[in-house]
C-alpha cells in the first residue's frame, strides 16, 4: 500500500502562481510513474502531468509551458509549480502514483486532493 499526502492549494489570482507538493509513503518502491490530475466542477477527472522515472515528462496540452511537475531526490516526492494560472485551471488536483509493467498498470493509488481556486 502506498499513502500520498498533497500540500499547497489554495487561493490565487490570475496570472499568479502556485507549487502543489506531494509526499507517498509506505511501498513506495512499487511505483515507478507518479503524476497529478485534477476534476474541475461538472467535469471529468484529467491528467495534468506526470512522469515515469527516468522518461520523458508528459502534460496535458492546455498547461504547457506554464506547468513543471518536478521530482525530489528520494523520488517519491513530487512537486506541481504552476505559474501564469488562470481561472480554468481551478478544480480539486489529485496526486496519483501508479505500478506500471510497460503500458500494463498492475497498481494505482489516489490522494484525497487539494482545492486549486484561481480568481479575483
Known amino acids: 500500500q502506498v499513502q500520498l499526502v498533497e500540500s499547497g492549494g489554495g487561493l490565487a489570482q490570475p496570472g499568479g502562481s502556485l507549487n502543489l507538493s506531494c509526499a507517498a509513503s509506505g511501498s513506495t518502491f512499487t511505483v515507478n510513474v507518479m503524476g497529478w490530475f485534477r476534476q474541475a466542477p461538472g467535469k471529468g477527472r484529467e491528467m495534468v502531468a506526470s512522469m515515469k522515472y527516468n522518461k520523458p515528462v508528459n502534460y496535458t496540452d492546455s498547461v504547457k509551458g506554464r506547468f513543471t511537475i518536478s521530482r525530489g531526490n528520494a523520488e517519491h516526492t513530487v512537486w506541481l509549480q504552476m505559474n501564469d494560472l488562470r481561472p480554468e485551471d481551478t478544480a480539486v488536483y489529485y496526486c496519483?502514483?501508479?505500478?506500471?509493467?510497460?503500458?500494463?498498470?498492475?497498481?494505482?493509488?489516489w490522494g484525497r486532493g487539494t482545492q486549486v481556486t484561481v480568481s479575483y
Open positions: 496519483n502514483a501508479q505500478t506500471r509493467a510497460g503500458k500494463i498498470l498492475t497498481y494505482e493509488c
